[in-house]
């Protein structure tokens, strides 16, 4: 008998159709002796009615009652789902986050879990039930609700699956696992059986949209091994666990694009301390996330500084810079929002050389540019054109061996 | 300042824009400066998708995963109203049952409230907060959400004006407030101004359906004086409160008409002790509530039962008088389900003789045949035919004084 852990997001209970087929594949798992805690998100489109309910009564909703409010989506599916395996006969008992106990931080809308009492969920687990428990969401010291932010529920499941000891964590999804490449993009993209916790941190924060990054940490500092699949299909799905030794045989893991990335490009600065720092201090009070940075001395003591941020924060960026001009007397800024960013990761590079060197040949014979260039020890990452950013990655998918037999 | 409790019912906060109407409403009386806590139903129809989806998943829902599902309506309110309450520039926090402190007992989907602790409604209150509570709604010992069952938004109102000893608990609908007959059958019914706590208990519990009798039952018995009044205009409603003295200078406060009634004859049983026990033991363990009772017994001790049953219990309660035929001997089942009962309710009555015998003249001279009758303290009720109990409505009406000027 093992204890599993299974989250289904909210396409795969997006209606009651979806719901009964989530059922039953519970009740299989059940059916083969293990203990079993679900993990559920909001139908699909619940959260943006809400969203919309909310909007409509006041321009600027408070985050507490935001929370209040979007964690009905979530409770309403727990209910829907116990309901269903009730249907099938399978015993099964609905926790809201803070009946699970979970414990989180005061923060509304982002709230960090603090710590999990899981004795409830234990109780019910040791009476033979199915316990359903509501994703994305805890409750704060006050006994006020919170919710955990964007990928939440996978973070609900991981931290519960580490509480209870979990032997398995599935997260189930609308896509087979983590892929090689975006298969939209790349046809060739092979799905990745496994893969470890630092690659996927690296894909997560490359553009790859299956998972959070804080989830990924969560699960390595816990130790929780989980299991990206689709609750769609029976197909095996990728399992992200701790790097073992023969994961360095395969040199590049996979191959991210990001799109949602414009470049600002600082000019004619005064190469002095304290130029980049009041730069990057002005992004940062601006909650503004800044990914590459590039710095290039020229003569005369005068810089260029490059970086890329988020496409949606180019406005903010733009207008927050203004003031920090005179003071580092730089003299000009440009936004380019033309440009993608590409990135192979694997953890093979760490005992691999050539890794940059294969990926700048591929690129230049292609004849395509490159503009920035960032490395980390599993990861590296280049910015480009736009419209030569799909070919670079089939590209570089085929010069790293990737491409499907 | 005087502390208020005010509670919106769900067409009363049936979509966005009711909803800031409420909001409007709840600021007026914030700033006449007056603490108030504010209960609310689900937004109207909420309530019915929600048990639609359960049918959709499972034959027959659970009650405990019931009150999961249908809490969600009232959560969603809540955070709404304390969202359109910020918008307007008010301060307020919205709180579950739960989070109110409203403990039930176990019995889900119709769950009693046992005790209330107001401590965290004070806090908020002190801080110069109005608080939003979700009606229908409460925790049992276990920390499992309940449901108070039909009319509990109503319940949950006048018990938190009872804990937190409100000076005013207003009840907000969809109609003015308590009328002197169903303004549909009589044109000249009137509104009532006031009210005393077991006329309202009577008019509920013949066909008047403003409100449950237990949320009345409440409100009796720690003496919680409530308005039930419109959401949708300033008019002044209907105050219910303790008998007074000259409230008995109104021989009939009202008229009620119940439609939704069948009379049910069990003919030649024999007449022994037991034989009518018998017969009211079975409709009991079939939850029937049964009416009014009438026995006529005739020669050679052979008895007819009487009795009025809901309209839609009828099926049931022929299948279940089966079995006891045998038992009591009695010859035959006969179910008119043209009927309806027409009744006249007054705190006058204990005082004023004559009040059956002026009802009977006036449905005599009409024509109107009167079928059964059986009479309380402060109430007399007849039953009809069911295509002449309007006009019998409109005669009662004017013979008790009851028609508007």
Redesign the interface.
């Known amino acids: 008998m093992s204890r599993i852990v299974q989250k289904f997001g909210g396409t795969s209970v997006g209606d009651?159709e979806r719901?009964?087929k989530v059922?039953e594949r519970i009740k299989l798992t059940v059916s083969q002796g293990h203990q079993v805690v679900v993990v559920v998100s909001a139908r699909a489109g619940v959260t943006n009615e809400?969203m919309a309910?909310?909007k409509?009564?006041?321009?600027?909703?408070?985050e507490?009652?935001?929370d209040?409010?979007l964690?009905?989506g979530e409770?309403?599916t727990?209910?829907?789902t116990?309901?269903?395996l009730?249907?099938h006969g399978v015993e099964a008992?609905?926790f809201?986050g803070g009946?699970a106990g979970i414990q989180t931080d005061r923060l509304h809308t982002k709230a960090r879990i603090q710590t999990i009492d899981a004795s409830?969920v234990e109780a019910q687990l040791s009476e033979g039930k199915v316990v359903i428990v509501a994703g994305f969401q805890g409750i704060n010291e006050d006994?006020?609700?919170t919710t955990l932010g964007r990928g939440g529920s996978d973070l609900s499941a991981i931290a519960i699956a580490a509480a209870i000891k979990a032997d398995k964590c599935e997260i189930y999804t609308d896509v087979d696992g983590v892929y090689t490449a975006d298969p939209r993009i790349v046809s060739a993209a092979r799905k990745i059986n496994e893969v470890s916790y630092d690659e996927m941190l690296e894909l997560a924060s490359s553009g790859s949209k299956v998972m959070q990054s804080r989830s990924v940490e969560f699960a390595e500092k816990h130790g929780v091994i989980f299991e990206v699949r689709s609750s769609f299909n029976f197909n095996r799905g990728t399992v992200v666990k701790a790097e073992v030794p023969h994961m360095e045989k395969i040199v590049v893991r996979g191959v991210a694009v990001d799109k949602d990335q414009a470049k600002i490009i600082v000019s004619n600065i005064l190469d002095k301390p304290g130029s980049a720092a009041k730069v990057f201090r002005a992004m940062a009070d601006a909650n503004i996330v800044v990914d590459m940075i590039v710095q290039n001395v020229g003569r005369n003591g005068i810089a260029n500084l490059t970086f890329t941020v988020p496409l949606g924060d180019t406005l903010k960026a733009q207008k927050c810079l203004e003031p920090v001009l005179d003071e580092v007397r730089g003299g000009h800024v440009a936004v380019h929002e033309n440009i993608a960013k590409l990135s192979v990761v694997g953890v093979g590079m760490k005992t691999h050389s050539g890794v940059a060197a294969d990926l700048f040949k591929g690129l230049a014979d292609a004849d395509i540019n490159i503009d920035l260039i960032t490395t980390s020890e599993i990861k590296i990452s280049v910015v480009l054109d736009l419209d030569r950013v799909d070919e670079a990655a089939r590209i570089t998918h085929k010069v790293f061996g990737l491409d499907a037999d």
């Open positions: 009651v719901i009964k059922a809400l309910r909310a409509a009564v006041c321009a600027e909703p408070s507490r009652e935001m209040m409010l964690s009905v409770q309403e727990i209910a829907l116990a309901m269903a009730h249907g008992v609905s809201t009946m409830a006994g006020h609700i």
